[in-house]
């Protein structure tokens, strides 16, 4: 491997680092309470800012309740308590703009210094008793214009996520780096059963073992964001279940190899079983999280990431991300390759 590439992966992982935690996240809103009324109430609604000015910007402080692309309307008085904590005083209408039950409003928070923050789902408004002829009632509405846009680099502000959000591009990246080594493995172990040549199924071996420490790396920084997303480490989540039994699989791989002292025979076995090993790879994680319901990102009905979670800012640095660990993971096969050559080589000198 030629020392630039070396040097260009590592390069791009120290960025990624480094950037990746330096970058602050765009203000947003934590929290709002309460977060169920009724038609016709008069509310003081608390708001928790994250990353907020709202001290600093009170002069320009706005906000908005959105039921819908139409509708919407402000509070009747907006009093700023700290940096990061609001009071909304809000006169719900007396009926809203439907005739649904329950109105599903998202806060919109606007000022000059920290822009738009928007968190959906904010409030429930339920409607109580009959809802009126509203004929010749236009419904009153306050248009949410002139918002105002945050300066400097920043990463997206997701109210489930927060500063998790980061991990998008190790656990990510260590996933896309970890598929590249496996087909590297499969194409050097189909090599090795056209040519016989050992050196194939030492090298298949070694992308086997990088891509393995990857993977194993991979599941724990899932985990790590489960326990923060999902309320707790392990859940038994299809997607999880499915990468920690495709572990298994190639985690018997190198038990496989162990067992033979042969080293053709061990070859011989090693490369079909990758080929087995790969194809389950692909069946566990990437199939059948698909087809069952799962609480992981774009599986089982639920909504991968978007341009809101990963927008050009986040870009900068994922898709580097993925490319330094993609290098890096090379480089490391590629030495335990060698070593293992090596080795091979000292142990025939030896037996002669």
């Not at 038609?39 to 039921?67: D, P």
């Amino acid at each position: 491997m030629h020392p630039i590439w070396k040097i260009l992966g590592v390069s791009l992982i120290m960025y990624s680092l480094i950037a990746g935690m330096l970058v602050p996240l765009k203000p947003g809103i934590s929290s709002v309470h309460p977060t169920s009324v009724h038609t016709g109430e008069y509310v003081q609604m608390l708001v928790e800012g994250y990353n907020s000015h709202y001290k600093e910007a009170e002069s320009s402080m706005r906000a908005w309740l959105k039921i819908d692309s139409l509708h919407s309307f402000e509070p009747k008085l907006i009093q700023v308590r700290d940096d990061r904590h609001l009071t909304l005083s809000f006169q719900m209408p007396s009926y809203m703009p439907s005739d649904k039950k329950v109105h599903e409003c998202a806060l919109i928070i606007d000022n000059e210094v920290d822009g738009t923050s928007v968190l959906p789902s904010a409030v429930f408004i339920t409607q109580k008793g009959k809802v009126p002829n509203r004929d010749g009632q236009p419904w009153k509405q306050d248009a949410i214009q002139n918002l105002h846009q945050k300066e400097g680099i920043t990463f997206p502000f997701r109210n489930l996520l927060q500063e998790t959000i980061r991990n998008t591009y190790y656990h990510v990246s260590l996933w896309f780096a970890l598929l590249f080594l496996l087909v590297a493995a499969n194409v050097h172990g189909i090599q090795y059963l056209r040519t016989s040549d050992l050196k194939h199924d030492i090298k298949s071996a070694a992308y086997t073992q990088v891509a393995l420490l990857f993977g194993i790396l991979g599941l724990v920084t899932g985990m790590m964001w489960a326990q923060h997303t999902w309320g707790a480490a392990w859940s038994n989540d299809p997607k999880q279940v499915g990468t920690a039994i495709a572990l298994l699989i190639y985690a018997a791989y190198f038990v496989l190899r162990g067992s033979f002292d042969d080293e053709e025979r061990r070859a011989r076995i090693s490369a079909p079983y990758s080929i087995f090993a790969f194809v389950a790879f692909l069946l566990l994680i990437y199939m059948y999280p698909r087809m069952v319901d799962s609480l992981h990102p774009g599986n089982g009905g639920n909504p991968a990431f978007g341009g809101e979670d990963l927008d050009n800012t986040m870009r900068m640095i994922f898709y580097p991300a993925i490319i330094g660990w993609i290098l890096f993971g090379f480089w490391m096969a590629n030495i335990a390759g060698r070593i293992g050559i090596l080795r091979d080589s000292l142990l025939d000198m030896s037996d002669e």
